[in-house]
C-alpha cells in the first residue's frame, strides 16, 4: 500500500483535481490510501470569515463565495450539485454561532477550519468514482482519528495507528481521508496546526506500515525554499534529522511533526510534485550516504519574537534555567532556539499568546526584553558535523554582505546551525548564504 497526500494546491480547481485522480490511478497496483488537504486557499478564507463573524462584520458575501467556490467545481467535474451542502451547512452554522457570540475560541476555530477538508474529500472520491475508479470519503475521526484535545495542535492518543489500521482494513475502495482534523474523546473537532495534512499523511502510512507520499507544488525538498532562492535545486535524499530540522526551522514543504511516525518504525517518506509526477523529488529516509555537499539546506522561519532573559540572582544561577523554563511550561509555549550564558538566556518563540503573562512570571527572577518581527535563519546538514570551520564560512559570507547576525545556536548534534535576523535581513541571508554553499 502507499499513502499518497495532495495539499491545497495540487486539488486547488477542477483541472488540478482532475490531474491528482490521474496520478491516483497511475498507482491502483500500490493499493493507494489517499489524504487530502482542503483547496487551495479555502483553510484561511474558513478562519478570516469566522474572525470577522466574531468581531460583528456581515459575512454573507464570504458564505456565498465559499459556497460557490464548491459548486462550481462539483459543476465543472460534472458531480452532483449538493453534494457538500451538508458541510457547507455546518460551516454556516458554526459562523452563525460565532456571530451571535461575537467571540471565537480555539475549540470553535478547529471546527471553522475542519469543513475545507470535509470538503474536499468528498468532491474528489466523487469524482475517482465517475471515472471508474471505486472511492470511498472518509472524516479522519471516522477512521481512528481520536487525539488529544489541544486545539490547534492536537496529537493522536496512543492507540490510534492501531485503531486506523484496522478502520482501514476493512475498507474495500480507496479511501479518500481528510488530513489536518481529528476528533477528541469528548467528540468535539481538533486539528493538527497549519499544514497538518502531512503529520495526517505519516500517521496513516505508520499505521499500515507503509512508503508516505506528500504530493506538493515542487520538485520535493529543495536546497532552499524557491520562492526566495530561484536556483534552488532538488534534493535527492535526506535523513529524518535533516528532514525534521529543516521542516522545524521553517521549510513549510513539511510539516514539523510529519516525520515523527516514520521514525518510530522506520518508515520512508518521499515528496513529490503533482504538477510534474515524473520528478523523483526526495526521499527522507533513517541514514543516507555521505555526499560531497557539506550542508543540505537552507531554511527560514519568520515571524520570531526573540525573549532576552537575563538573571537578577546570579548567586541562584544553578536553578536560574530550570525557573525560566518552568514558566513556559506553565503556558505550554514551545520554544525554538535557545542560547545561554550562565546568567542570561536568550530563546525564542513563534506566537505571542501569553507573552505578556509569561514575561510577568519571569520578572520575579530575571530582566525580559522582547524583540518581534524576528526571523530564525538555519543552516543544516550531516555533512557538517565532521568538516571544520562551517560556521565561519557562515558568518562570513553574512559579514561580506553586511546581515546582522543577532543570536547563534548549534544543535548537539551538529547538523545545523541556527542565528536570528531581522525580518527584512532573512531573504538576503538565505540568498547570500545559498550563493556561498551551492552556487
Ligand atoms: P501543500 O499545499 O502541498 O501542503 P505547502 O505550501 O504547504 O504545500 O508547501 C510547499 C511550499 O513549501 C513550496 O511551494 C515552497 O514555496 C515552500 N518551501 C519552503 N522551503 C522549501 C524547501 N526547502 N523545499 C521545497 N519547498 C519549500
Ligand atoms: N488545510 C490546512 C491548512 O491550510 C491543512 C493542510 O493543508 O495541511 O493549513
Ligand atoms: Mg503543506
Given at each position: 500500500m ?50 470577522a ?11 456565498k ?11 465543472e467535474l ?16 458554526v ?24 470538503m ?61 482534523i481529528g ?21 496513516l ?29 532538488t ?14 526551522f ?40 555521505k ?24 548567586l541562584?544561577?544553578y ?52 524583540f ?35 543570536v ?32
Amino acid at each position: 500500500m502507499v499513502v499518497m497526500k495532495f495539499g491545497g494546491s495540487s486539488v486547488g480547481d477542477s483541472d488540478r483535481i482532475k490531474n491528482v485522480c490521474d496520478i491516483i490511478k497511475s498507482k491502483l497496483d500500490e493499493k493507494p490510501v489517499v489524504v487530502l488537504s482542503a483547496m487551495k486557499g479555502i483553510t484561511d478564507k474558513l478562519i478570516d470569515t469566522a474572525k470577522a463573524a466574531a468581531s460583528g462584520e456581515d459575512v454573507s458575501k464570504e458564505l456565498k463565495e465559499l459556497r460557490e467556490k464548491h459548486n462550481s467545481t462539483l459543476k465543472e467535474l460534472g458531480l452532483e450539485g449538493g453534494l457538500v451542502d451538508e458541510q457547507l451547512e455546518g460551516y454556516n452554522k458554526v459562523v452563525d454561532k460565532i456571530f451571535e457570540m461575537k467571540l471565537t475560541n480555539p475549540e470553535l476555530m478547529d471546527e471553522v477550519q475542519s469543513y475545507g477538508e470535509r470538503m474536499s474529500v468528498r468532491i474528489v472520491a466523487a469524482y475517482l468514482s465517475k471515472i471508474g475508479i471505486k472511492a470511498k470519503a472518509f472524516d479522519a475521526f471516522d477512521i481512528g482519528m481520536i487525539t488529544t484535545p489541544d486545539y490547534g495542535k492536537a496529537e493522536p492518543l496512543p492507540d490510534t495507528e492501531e485503531k486506523i489500521a484496522m478502520e482501514l482494513a476493512k475498507v474495500k475502495e480507496i479511501p479518500v481521508v481528510t488530513g489536518f482534523i481529528g476528533k477528541d474523546t469528548a467528540g468535539n473537532i481538533t486539528t493538527m496546526g497549519r499544514g497538518g495534512s502531512d503529520y495526517t499523511a505519516a500517521i496513516l502510512g505508520a499505521a499500515l506500515g507503509d512508503v508516505t507520499e506528500i504530493w506538493t507544488d515542487v520538485n520535493g525538498i529543495l536546497t532552499a525554499d524557491p520562492r526566495v532562492v530561484k536556483k534552488a535545486r532538488t534534493i535527492d535524499k535526506v535523513s529524518f534529522n535533516e528532514a525534521s530540522e529543516l521542516a522545524y526551522f521553517g521549510a513549510r514543504v513539511l510539516h514539523p511533526k510529519t516525520i515523527w511516525p516514520a521514525i518510530k518504525k522506520n518508515l520512508a517518506v518521499k515528496v513529490l510534485n503533482s504538477f510534474e509526477p515524473s520528478n523523483k523529488g526526495t526521499t527522507i529516509v533513517g541514514k543516507v550516504e555521505k555526499t560531497k555537499d557539506i550542508i543540505k539546506a537552507i531554511a527560514c522561519k519568520k515571524g520570531i519574537t526573540l525573549i532576552h532573559i537575563v538573571s537578577t540572582r546570579m548567586l541562584m544561577a544553578y536553578g536560574f534555567l530550570s525557573r525560566i523554563f518552568s514558566v513556559f511550561e506553565d503556558y505550554k509555549k514551545s520554544i525554538d532556539m535557545v542560547s545561554t550564558s550562565e546568567v542570561s538566556v536568550s530563546l525564542t518563540v513563534d506566537d505571542d499568546a501569553d507573552l505578556d503573562k509569561i514575561k510577568e512570571d519571569l520578572e520575579g527572577v530575571a530582566d525580559v526584553e522582547i524583540f518581534k518581527d524576528k526571523s530564525i535563519v538555519s543552516v543544516v546538514g550531516e555533512g557538517m558535523s565532521n568538516v571544520p570551520g562551517v560556521s565561519g564560512r557562515i558568518f562570513s559570507a553574512l559579514g561580506k554582505e553586511n546581515v546582522n547576525v543577532e543570536v547563534i545556536s548549534q544543535g548537539a548534534y551538529e547538523i545545523n546551525v541556527s542565528f536570528i535576523v531581522d525580518k527584512k535581513d532573512a531573504d538576503k541571508a538565505v540568498k547570500v548564504l545559498h550563493k556561498e554553499f551551492f552556487d
